[in-house]
């Protein structure tokens, strides 16, 4: 990374960035590429310098993986690039009016703009439930991760409460370090809340495969300490005892700033296209926001969107127009099995499978319109499909050939297909 670009004899904005997670990252390279020439502070509440997340429930648990290597880059190389850091301290109380931040230091920093990017904390089990005292697992940062990694290496069993892709990340982890791993879940099938079924189908036989056993539809009334490790009992009746428990029941954007602020919130910080929240100054990106599309707000948890709408912020900043209007993309890996999935399958009316020995293609549509696809060791397909789709040209009728390759129907622009060609022969 490059120093930020500043002329000595410009007006010096400041611009004051909270969290210090995936979006603030981005931004920060985003601002850099875009020369931005104003003064950039990054406020985050972990002691570690901005890192990748998604190692924390794959390769950091079931491999010898330190936290340092997980870091973008140092505390030192970002003050080098000249972003003034501050770890370890949390922005209390945001007033717009007065452009201040203040930290839980005391100290109040002014700004001329101000980015959220504050992500999601972990949703927790009610206490009428939890009965633990604290030794609940959870998994959000680098601290829930040591502690996780700690308490596995002593167990033999683990159980998981959650279906979702952090919590069969952790079953994957936890499976190939040779545990015994119970993953329970409230819904009829796994992944129900964030991949079709077909998609969830195959992720759950490849867990089986591994000796992971489900409890699906089970609601988990009570989870307390026993004599022997940790008791979860179940609606029906059951008790599941393990060495240790994970809680992954998904995640809750940090809004507290926000509200705090009077900033219009809707379960994530409310944002228009170009990321701004209801005051002109302030901007929020990544899992704490939320934006508009097809009439609804919504908020999406992954690297993509962190990374995007950061540079949509990142443009702005530098005098750019910048809108934000996704083609989401996400991705999980879980043993040999790499998970890709692209678009917005909610509102789909039928699906397409397409298997070829350890690879799966999922096509969701839309009145003939490819809206989603879900890949499983695919690819080569997920990354023409969002070309694809980022260019609003992926059609049905495109499908219906078995050996169909994706990459024909991609022509640099200017040589377009049309819909009749796309059918392969
Ligand atoms: C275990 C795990 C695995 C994942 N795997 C994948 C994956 O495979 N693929 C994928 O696309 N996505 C994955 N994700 C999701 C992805 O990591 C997030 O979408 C991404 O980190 C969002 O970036 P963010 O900057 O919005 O939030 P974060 O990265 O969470 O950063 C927010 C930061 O702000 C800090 N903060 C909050 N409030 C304050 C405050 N008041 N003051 C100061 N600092 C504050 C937080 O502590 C945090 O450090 C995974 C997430 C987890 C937890």
């Known amino acids: 990374m490059t120093e930020?670009?500043?002329?000595?004899?410009?007006?010096?904005?400041?611009?004051?960035?909270?969290?210090?997670?995936?979006?603030?990252?981005?931004?920060?390279?985003?601002l850099n590429q875009h020369r931005y020439q104003g003064r950039v502070v990054l406020v985050g509440d972990e002691k570690h310098p901005p890192?990748?997340?998604?190692?924390?429930?794959?390769?950091?648990?079931?491999?010898d993986v330190q936290p340092q290597e997980l870091y973008f880059r140092s505390e030192d190389q970002l003050a080098k690039n000249g972003v003034e850091v501050r770890l370890g301290v949390a922005a209390v109380e945001l007033n717009p009016l007065a452009h201040t931040l203040k930290l839980g230091s005391g100290d109040v920093l002014s700004y001329d703009k101000l980015v959220l990017a504050t992500g999601a904390?972990?949703?927790?089990?009610?206490?009428?439930?939890?009965?633990?005292?604290?030794?609940?697992n959870v998994l959000r940062?680098?601290?829930?991760?040591?502690?996780?990694?700690?308490?596995?290496?002593?167990?033999?069993?683990?159980?998981?409460?959650?279906?979702?892709?952090?919590?069969?990340?952790?079953a994957a982890s936890?499976?190939?370090?040779?545990?015994?791993?119970?993953?329970?879940?409230?819904?009829?099938?796994?992944?129900?809340?964030?991949a079709g079924p077909e998609l969830a189908g195959i992720v759950q036989a490849a867990h089986e495969a591994h000796g992971v056993s489900f409890r699906l539809e089970s609601m988990v009334t009570r989870v307390a300490q026993a004599a022997s490790g940790i008791d979860v009992f179940l609606a029906d009746g059951e008790r599941v005892n393990a060495g240790v428990v994970l809680c992954a029941i998904g995640a809750v954007p940090n809004v507290a700033l926000a509200e705090g602020a009077g900033l219009a919130v809707n379960r994530g910080i409310v944002t228009d296209t170009r990321c701004a929240t209801s005051d002109e100054r302030i901007f929020a990106i990544g899992d704490c926001a939320t934006f508009p599309r097809d009439g609804d707000l919504v908020q999406l948890e992954s690297v993509q969107n962190a990374?995007?709408?950061?540079?949509v912020v990142a443009r702005q900043l530098c005098g750019l127009e910048a809108e934000y209007a996704p083609v989401p993309w996400f991705w999980s890996d879980q043993y040999d099995l790499r998970l890709q999935s692209v678009g917005f399958r909610k509102g789909s009316d039928g699906s397409?499978?397409?298997?070829?020995?350890?690879?799966?293609a999922i096509w969701h549509h839309r009145d003939g319109r490819v809206v989603a696809l879900d890949t499983i060791n695919a690819s080569r397909d997920h990354m023409m499909a969002r070309k694809l789709m980022a260019r609003g040209e992926l059609h049905l009728n495109s499908l219906h050939e078995v050996e169909f390759d994706l990459s024909r129907l991609w022509a640099p622009s200017g040589q377009r297909l049309n819909a009749s060609e796309r059918v392969a022969p």
Not at 51 to 63: D, I
Not at 121 to 136: I, K
Not at 307 to 311: G, V
Not at 352 to 360: I, Y
């Open 4 to 30: 930020l670009f500043r002329p000595s004899d410009a007006p010096v904005e400041t611009l004051v960035v909270v969290g210090t997670g995936h979006a603030a990252s981005a931004l920060v390279a985003s």
């Open 51 to 63: 890192y990748n997340r998604p190692p924390l429930s794959k390769k950091f648990l079931s491999e």
């Open 121 to 136: 904390g972990p949703r927790g089990l009610p206490r009428s439930v939890d009965e633990t005292e604290g030794n609940l």
């Open 141 to 170: 940062n680098i601290a829930d991760a040591v502690r996780l990694k700690a308490e596995l290496g002593r167990a033999q069993s683990i159980a998981i409460i959650g279906a979702g892709y952090v919590g069969l990340e952790v």
């Open 174 to 194: 936890s499976a190939l370090l040779g545990k015994r791993v119970t993953v329970i879940e409230a819904a009829p099938r796994v992944l129900a809340r964030v």
């Open 307 to 311: 990374s995007d709408q950061a540079d």
């Open 352 to 360: 397409l499978l397409r298997s070829k020995e350890n690879s799966h």
